[in-house]
């Protein structure tokens, strides 16, 4: 492991684990303790998430991230132990409640198997907290697969944070931390530590390449770039297919509350991918795709199941199929219907952001008396940019309108005043940010 421009072995890491677990004994933490870890990355992180699991915890990953929400987290998942990782890597415990007693733990302590509370972003209101079976979810790491270098890009309470840890140990690879989420601190630790594979999101590729300064750093060690979390937009994905053909480039598919599907990518410039695997099942019912999985939570600690009488999760993903592959439109929630006419967002987006000057963008749906609703599309434009919103306005209908279907053009554009993402790079799609 690599942090703070530091180097940690297997053996650290092992004594690590073995002094943490004397720790967790000392401090009296038990198999029925829901245990909150504050942290990013570090060495101390590492080893404490895992000395929990072996000694058989409930972990809830916590991150500076959800800071406004952690009072909601803290009391939803019923956390009994707080134990923050500081930036300098050094910790505090802090006991919080007397014990948990949600039906779920329940089950899970019956089967005397450590356990994983991951939250949903809440963009569309209050967030549900996903309880897991650890030990489910670490069965699919028994196979093993080729050692890579790889960043720690998505975060630690990330599903897909979680999944590039424990991926790149089980099998002896190296795990690059970052401090700072940049695509320049990002393309640095790629040039100083060689790394192989980046895990990312849509929106952060497009921020590289926007921001120019791949071209002052040596990415050639970089075989692999993984991409999920959100649509894709396909002229980012052609964008940076051409920056970088040597790189491959792979589409992953995964849900907090079944994990990470393995995935293959028809073509690096392709949007169609295979998905699914042992341990899962993928169909499709009115155009949505449905999963079972054996590693799928045990159910929402503040909400309803979202589960099919017969055990299939409702993903809430319109999807297209071919040959045996997928491609994922979007959102049915974020489905904009104009006239009976449907418009995904990313379509749009993956238009507008062809546009020169145009930093990123966030397409979405209001109410419009005539059409029922209409397309709106907000704006981040680049540094430095002096476009007035009428200039822009209609420089966006008038591209617009050669790419696509009248219907699909925005009636309505606005100018951001902020990033359009955050701390997950990823597009705020809440009602705030309709606004």
């Known amino acids: 492991m690599i942090w703070q421009d530091q180097r940690y072995s297997y053996a650290w890491l092992l004594q690590a684990i073995d002094r943490w677990s004397a720790t967790l004994k000392s401090e009296q933490i038990g198999v029925r303790d829901v245990v909150g870890l504050s942290a990013d990355f570090s060495p101390n992180a590492v080893a404490l998430l895992l000395a929990l699991v072996e000694h058989g915890c409930v972990v809830v990953p916590l991150t500076e991230s959800i800071r406004p929400k952690r009072p909601e987290y803290l009391a939803a998942a019923e956390v009994t132990v707080d134990i923050g990782v500081a930036a300098d890597d050094s910790v505090t415990v802090t006991r919080l409640a007397p014990a948990a007693s949600h039906e779920l733990y329940q089950q899970l302590w019956q089967r005397e198997r450590p356990g994983l509370v991951l939250f949903s972003s809440g963009s569309s209101g209050k967030s549900k907290a996903i309880l897991h079976d ?127 599907l393995r995935s293959k990518s028809e073509a690096s410039d392709s949007l169609w991918v295979r998905i699914g695997g042992e341990g899962y099942e993928t169909r499709i019912v009115d155009g949505l795709l449905e999963i079972k999985s054996s590693s799928a939570m045990l159910g929402y600690l503040n909400a309803p199941s979202p589960f099919t009488a017969d ?125």
């Not at 196979?143 to 990330?158: E, G, S």
């Not at 966006?396 to 050669?402: A, D, G, K, P, Y």
């Open 134 to 260: 650890f030990q489910a979810l670490l069965d699919k790491f028994r196979v093993l697969r080729a050692a890579k270098c790889t960043i720690t890009f998505l975060l630690f309470d990330h599903i897909g944070g979680v999944n590039t840890l424990l991926h790149t140990l089980s099998n002896s690879g190296t795990v690059v931390t970052v401090q700072e989420r940049s695509p320049a601190a990002i393309c640095r630790a790629v040039q100083e530590y060689g790394v192989q594979v980046l895990p990312a999101s849509p929106t952060f590729l497009n921020l590289m390449l926007i921001s120019g300064v791949t071209q002052d750093y040596n990415l050639s060690t970089l075989e692999t770039v993984t991409y999920g979390t959100e649509v894709m937009p396909e002229s980012t994905l052609a964008r940076f297919h051409a920056t970088f053909p040597q790189i491959k480039l792979l589409q992953t598919y995964g849900l907090s509350e079944v994990g990470i």
């Open 311 to 435: 055990g299939w999760l409702m993903t809430g993903d319109m999807v297209e199929q071919r040959d045996g592959y997928f491609r994922i439109l979007g959102r049915h929630s974020e489905l904009i219907n104009v006239g009976g006419e449907k418009v995904f967002p990313a379509e749009v987006e993956s238009v507008l952001q062809q546009m020169p000057g145009v930093r990123d963008v966030f397409v979405y749906g209001a109410a419009n008396a005539i059409t029922g609703q209409m397309v709106v599309a907000k704006i981040s434009l680049e540094a430095g940019s002096t476009e007035t919103l009428p200039e822009l306005r209609k420089r966006v209908i008038q591209f617009c309108s050669t790419q696509l279907p009248r219907f699909k053009v925005p009636q309505k554009v606005t100018l951001a005043d902020a990033d359009l993402h955050g701390g997950r790079f990823k597009k705020l799609r809440s009602k705030e940010s309709m606004n």
